[in-house]
């Protein structure tokens, strides 16, 4: 019988509602979205763009960490000479940067 009485019993007032109980899922996603979606697709785009003015003779290296210059370029692939005759192509989007004077310079002479 107790039951019945508590299945007969309106809603109780002062509940929250609907939107206010979904705000700390929209939270989560707004907050997801600036720290993670968008600055992987800012990553994205700056990346296909490195991409697009890949040219001949640029020094690059791969994701799998090989540097190499750029000898021939095409749609899909890229060559690379990494060593004196040495030569190995690579699918385009596998190049992860252009290197730039990265190189130090030779230190002269001993400190002691």
Known sequence: MIDLAFAQTGPAPG????????APLILVFVVFYFLLIRPQ??????HQRMLGQLKKNDDVMTSGGIYGKVVNLTDAAVTLEVAPNVRIRVHRPQISQVVTGEKQPAKEGKEQ
């Open 15 to 22: 509940g929250p509602s609907g939107l206010i109980s979904f």
């Open 41 to 46: 697709q800012k990553k994205g785009k700056e």
